[in-house]
Each structure stands twice: as C-alpha cells, then as structure tokens.
Nanobody, 118 residues
Framework: QAQLVESGGGSVQSGGSLRLSCDASTYPGNDCMGWYRQVPGAEREWVATIDRNGRTTYKPFVKGRFTITRDKVKKILSLQMNNLKPEDTAMYHC?????????????WGKGTQVTVSS
C-alpha cells in the first residue's frame, strides 16, 4: 500500500531553518505533490506545490522563505524552510495528488511537527 512518510521536523528559534522530507517511493509516478500545514483547532492550509514538470507555487506567507523541491528518481519531496517565524509552528503534511495540483483526490502523510520559538 502506498504511503507518504514525512521527516525533518523539530524545534528551532525564530530566524532558524529546517528541511522537511517526504518519502513517496511507494507511489507509482511523479505527479503533483505538495505541503500543507495545520495547527490545532484550525483547518489544514496549503503551503506549496510542485507539479510533474517542476513548476512550483507558494502561499504568499512563505514565498521567499520556503523552497519546495523533488528528487524524481528517489521520489523524495523536500521543503527547505528558512527565516522561520513563530507563526510557522504547525504540523506539516506531505500530499500526493492523484490528479492535477489541487485535485480533491489525494493522499496525506501523518505529518511532522515544526515548532518555532520567539
């Protein structure tokens, strides 16, 4: 059964960096993938996506600070997060879209926690 496994979360101070990874090696293709994040009591919000051609899209609040990349051979999705802010604190989830980016038909990983202290 295909599954997404995130890693790389942790605790950092404001201004610090983290690099998240998502292992998608059990998936058959290199379709659109992305990162979302969620804080308790709030809905999951989109952060960034990368399509099968490598085109990237970012939510404005992370543009210029976060970079989404993928290794198509190893099927690893990454999110480099720089200049982290306390408001970036959340559980970060990797997603695999079975259709185009933003499609409702998608899988989620269990997430990795990012905590940024001021």
């Amino acid at each position: 059964q295909a599954q997404l496994v995130e890693s790389g979360g942790g605790s950092v101070q404001s201004g610090g960096s983290l690099r998240l990874s998502c292992d998608a090696s059990t998936y058959p293709g290199n379709d659109c993938m992305g990162w979302y994040r969620q804080v308790p009591g709030a809905e999951r919000e989109w952060v960034a996506t990368i399509d099968r051609n490598g085109r990237t899209t970012y939510k404005p609040f992370v543009k210029g600070r976060f970079t989404i990349t993928r290794d198509k051979v190893k099927k690893i999705l990454s999110l480099q997060m720089n200049n982290l802010k306390p408001e970036d604190t959340a559980m970060y989830h990797c997603t695999y879209f079975w259709g185009p980016c933003g499609d409702d038909f998608k899988d989620w990983g269990k997430g990795t926690q990012v905590t940024v202290s001021s």
